[in-house]
């Protein structure tokens, strides 16, 4: 779950992490009078989206003064920002954060994830701060620092002291740091972060370490005992299809292919992915309704896919184990005749009761069209979109 960068700092300041002072204002009005509330300029409009990239996208303004806060505020606000992660549609602003400005000396990047590959926790940072930290990745690679940390024994200063010197800090500045990054790690392994990062972490004049900007993303698995995070998902941020299936504990994601699909299983859904694509035709969605899913959640499901304009075509592709086919056969009849079907429907049934599954869909007088196995449908399906 991804959440805005102003929640972000609420929960750095909650781990006394060093945060510019800075309020949350949804019309130009409220900009100017928090603006005045700071009482010294420079002030920092930021567009608040679940998006990076905001600065090269025209979503971080400066302003000198009252009246330029209400021409920053009224350019940003209500429009779609355009960023190189939301693409060309861009995200519709409804906040921005006014921020106090701060006397920059340098920037750093910090960030820390989980990394799979080891089963470790990666702590990742660079003096090469700031909106162009992709490149120096890309093109500087020996720029870039990263310290492994055992998730079972945690945080040592070793590694505290190892990030500094790669960053090449001062002494009186490595203990603050040090400091810093250990409860950095502490509000990423306490929250269940799967990505925590500062770009920039800033060194102000007076020797300050302040995180100036905050990407904070909590692993969806672990919402269940996070319910203080919970409360900071804005909805408004996310795929409305998205939103709708996790009602029904859909393991949903929107693409932008044309090809509709209902698989159960992760594993069956990507391999289901790859072969619609292999056939010639795009993915229009992963939907996973699980081993354990009922009538109810299939319904549910198809109709989701159905309500994608994108949608040309849907294929179902079952192997029935827990999920039998006959439970999935009654859910898409039902599903069909409450929604209408405006679209070919391929189906491909192996597996538990799969010969009733068909009889159900068989009487049903729908137009479905059944597979006999896998390449058959996607070739199928690929070549009905494709007309």
Do not use: W
């Not at 039998?324 to 209408?340: I, M, N």
């Amino acid at each position: 779950m991804k959440i805005h960068e102003y929640q972000a700092k609420e929960l750095f300041r909650s781990h006394h992490i060093p945060v510019p002072e800075g309020y949350v204002a949804t019309s130009p009005d409220d900009a100017c009078t928090l603006a005045g509330r700071l009482g010294r300029f420079p002030v920092v409009i930021k567009a608040q989206i679940h998006a990076g990239g905001r600065g090269k996208g025209g979503g971080v303004k400066i302003a000198g003064s009252l009246d330029e806060v209400r021409r920053a505020a009224e350019a940003i606000l209500g429009r779609p920002l355009v960023t190189p992660q939301t693409g060309p549609k861009g995200k519709k602003v409804r906040k921005v954060l006014v921020e106090q400005g701060l006397d920059i000396v340098q920037e750093l990047y910090v960030s820390i994830i989980p990394d799979r590959s080891t089963a470790k926790i990666m702590i990742i940072a660079s003096r090469a701060g700031g909106m162009d930290i992709e490149e120096v990745a890309a093109q500087h690679p020996e720029k870039i620092i990263r310290v492994l940390i055992n998730p079972l024994a945690g945080i040592e200063s070793d590694h505290c002291r190892e990030i500094a010197a790669g960053l090449k800090l001062t002494d009186s500045l490595a203990g603050k740091f040090s400091s810093l990054i250990e409860k950095l790690y502490g509000l990423f392994i306490e929250t269940d972060c799967s990505l925590l990062e500062i770009n920039p972490l800033v060194i102000t004049a007076r020797e300050e370490l302040i995180a100036l900007d905050a990407k904070v993303e909590i692993d969806d698995n672990a919402l269940f005992r996070q319910k203080d995070v919970l409360k900071f998902r804005d909805v408004d941020e996310e795929d409305p299809l998205e939103v709708e299936a996790s009602k029904y504990n859909l393991n949903y994601i929107n693409l932008n292919g044309n090809v509709g699909n209902m698989v159960n299983g992760a594993g069956l859904a990507m391999a289901t992915m790859d072969l619609i694509k292999s056939a010639g035709a795009e993915p229009a969605n992963f939907l996973d309704v699980g081993g354990g899913a009922n009538e109810e959640m299939v319904e549910n499901g198809f109709r989701i896919i159905l309500s994608d304009s994108n949608v040309k075509g849907v294929l179902i592709n079952i192997f029935g184990g827990i999920l039998r086919c006959d439970v999935l056969a009654e859910g898409v009849v039902k599903a069909a005749r409450k929604t209408g079907i405006n679209v070919p429907v391929v189906i491909r049934l192996q597996g538990t009761n799969v010969e009733k599954g068909r009889e159900i869909l068989a009487a049903s007088g729908l137009n479905l069209i059944t597979a006999k196995d896998l390449s058959d449908a996607a070739g199928k399906i690929a070549e009905i979109v494709g007309k």
